[in-house]
């Protein structure tokens, strides 16, 4: 399948907006769903919908298979070494909470460290920054060079045998940087420390393998790779699952409970209280299903070609301040338009059909590194193609002609 025909699988991309054909460049914010999940969600609904784990009758069975083997399709994905490793979530932020508010404050001390860096999503920051103070440990960041990189050499001078945590994102979503994630893993544990990866923009994008990356932890959401929002995984290392306390009690995570003490189930139910997101499972099933048909490989394939004819197409456009690594990018674009707020280029771009995101992409600190307060972004996936490259461009230069003065 070609990204032509892809395409053709998302209903949402065949729609006018403002009087112009759709070009959506915001799947880093989230993907569009393809009828194959929209269907299996649909399925679910009119055919196996019960609870999950609790009722003898048919449908609580077929609903428990539906979810258990959405569980099995993750773990298979991300090449985990067992399913009960595979812990549902609503997604990378909740799976990064839970590590942060359980792993983490059981392990930190007064003086030890917790390691970052400064390309961290919110979501991959505040729950350190949190651990960090409940527990009077040090949050310590990895620098960056001009370009965004850091250097294996920051990597060793900053992580100590006081490092007890260092929570990293394999792909940047602003800088569209690609971390050296498993050399990071090696370093942390020579010193005994354990590793987090924010998998949110890898997941969808190319093939992770995390016995290979040899992480600790790795978190991602479904709905940035053409699954259902409100879902999404943790995996762990078994050991460190089993021993991490639950953070949220309640139904469906307790073995025996009395009056005043409780016990709780084996993993990953132990940390899945309550009734879990059935339908959102067996939608993050049915987009790993076609993700796979056509190939993780391939896909990384594409998204290079596209952001490589983005990056030429982009680079001729004068007064384009162009964020990142020249090489080895992920699939997307960070940009500033001269001294036009991105909010006013994303609004000129919307009036033309282009979605791109504007703000600060919930990276605070990094805007504040880059010593912008907000930029633009257009992000691409399996669904783009060249021709929409061409109509962001031509959008942009729209753009140039309508703010002619800011741009020098
Ligand atoms: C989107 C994103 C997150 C947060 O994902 P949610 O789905 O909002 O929980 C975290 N890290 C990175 C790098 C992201 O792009």
């Given at each position: 399948?070609?990204?032509?025909?892809?395409?053709?699988?998302?209903?949402?991309?065949?729609?006018?907006?403002?009087?112009?054909?759709?070009?959506?460049?915001?799947?880093?914010?989230?993907?569009?769903?393809?009828?194959q999940?929209?269907?299996?969600?649909?399925?679910?609904?009119?055919?196996?919908?019960?609870n999950v784990?609790?009722?003898?009758?048919?449908?609580?069975?077929?609903?428990?298979?539906?979810?258990?083997?959405?569980?099995?399709?993750?773990?298979r994905?991300?090449?985990?070494?067992s399913?009960?490793?595979?812990?549902?979530?609503?997604?990378t932020?909740?799976?990064?909470?839970?590590?942060?508010?359980s792993?983490?404050?059981?392990?930190?001390?007064?003086?030890?460290?917790?390691?970052?860096?400064?390309?961290?999503?919110h979501?991959?920051?505040?729950?350190?920054?949190?651990?960090?103070?409940?527990?009077?440990?040090?949050?310590?960041?990895?620098?960056l060079?001009?370009?965004?990189?850091?250097?294996?050499?920051?990597?060793?001078?900053?992580?100590?045998?006081?490092?007890?945590?260092?929570?990293?994102?394999?792909?940047?979503?602003?800088m569209a940087?690609?971390?050296?994630?498993?050399?990071?893993?090696e370093?942390?544990?020579?010193?005994?420390?354990?590793?987090?990866?924010d998998?949110?923009?890898?997941?969808?994008?190319?093939?992770?393998?995390?016995?290979?990356?040899?992480?600790?932890?790795?978190?991602?959401?479904?709905?940035?790779?053409?699954?259902?929002?409100?879902?999404?995984?943790?995996?762990?290392?078994?050991?460190?699952?089993?021993?991490?306390?639950?953070?949220?009690?309640?139904?469906?995570?307790?073995?025996?409970?009395?009056?005043y003490?409780?016990?709780?189930?084996?993993?990953?139910?132990?940390?899945e209280?309550?009734?879990?997101?059935?339908?959102?499972?067996?939608?993050?099933?049915?987009?790993?299903?076609f993700?796979?048909?056509?190939?993780?490989?391939?896909?990384?394939?594409?998204?290079?070609?596209?952001?490589?004819?983005?990056?030429?197409?982009?680079?001729?456009?004068?007064?384009?301040?162009?964020?990142?690594?020249q090489?080895?990018?992920?699939?997307?674009?960070?940009?500033?338009?001269?001294?036009?707020?991105?909010?006013?280029?994303?609004?000129?771009?919307?009036?033309?059909?282009?979605?791109?995101?504007?703000?600060?992409?919930?990276?605070?600190?990094?805007?504040?590194?880059?010593?912008?307060?907000?930029t633009?972004?257009?992000?691409?996936?399996?669904?783009?193609?060249?021709?929409?490259?061409?109509?962001?461009?031509?959008a942009?230069?729209?753009?140039?002609?309508?703010?002619?003065?800011?741009?020098?």
């Amino acid at each position: 399948m070609n990204a032509k025909e892809i395409r053709d699988l998302f209903p949402i991309l065949h729609q006018e907006v403002n009087g112009h054909p759709l070009v959506y460049l915001d799947s880093a914010a989230s993907s569009q769903k393809p009828v194959q999940v929209l269907d299996a969600v649909r399925d679910y609904y009119m055919q196996d919908n019960a609870n999950v784990h609790r009722g003898v009758h048919t449908l609580g069975a077929r609903a428990t298979d539906d979810y258990e083997g959405a569980r099995e399709k993750v773990a298979r994905f991300l090449n985990a070494e067992s399913p009960e490793q595979i812990i549902f979530t609503r997604g990378t932020t909740t799976a990064i909470n839970l590590v942060a508010a359980s792993y983490a404050r059981s392990v930190c001390g007064d003086g030890d460290e917790i390691v970052i860096t400064p390309l961290e999503h919110h979501s991959n920051l505040i729950p350190w920054q949190q651990a960090a103070k409940a527990t009077g440990a040090t949050l310590k960041y990895i620098p960056l060079q001009p370009d965004g990189t850091i250097t294996l050499e920051d990597v060793e001078n900053t992580i100590t045998d006081r490092t007890k945590m260092v929570a990293v994102t394999y792909v940047s979503n602003v800088m569209a940087v690609v971390n050296p994630v498993k050399q990071i893993a090696e370093i942390a544990h020579r010193h005994g420390a354990k590793i987090l990866v924010d998998g949110a923009q890898s997941t969808p994008h190319q093939k992770v393998d995390v016995q290979d990356l040899n992480c600790d932890f790795y978190a991602f959401s479904g709905h940035k790779m053409c699954g259902p929002t409100g879902i999404g995984a943790l995996y762990g290392k078994k050991e460190l699952l089993e021993k991490m306390e639950p953070v949220e009690f309640g139904g469906e995570m307790i073995d025996h409970i009395g009056l005043y003490e409780s016990t709780w189930k084996e993993i990953p139910y132990r940390f899945e209280g309550g009734t879990p997101i059935i339908a959102g499972a067996v939608g993050l099933g049915a987009a790993i299903d076609f993700l796979s048909q056509i190939g993780m490989d391939e896909i990384e394939r594409h998204e290079k070609e596209i952001v490589g004819y983005a990056m030429d197409r982009l680079s001729q456009v004068d007064g384009l301040t162009i964020y990142g690594p020249q090489k080895n990018r992920s699939g997307l674009v960070t940009f500033n338009l001269g001294d036009v707020h991105p909010h006013d280029v994303a609004t000129v771009l919307d009036s033309q059909g282009v979605a791109v995101r504007a703000g600060h992409h919930c990276c605070q600190p990094l805007m504040r590194w880059l010593n912008v307060t907000a930029t633009a972004r257009a992000s691409f996936y399996l669904y783009n193609t060249e021709e929409d490259v061409d109509r962001l461009v031509a959008a942009l230069l729209q753009t140039k002609e309508y703010f002619g003065h800011a741009i020098g």
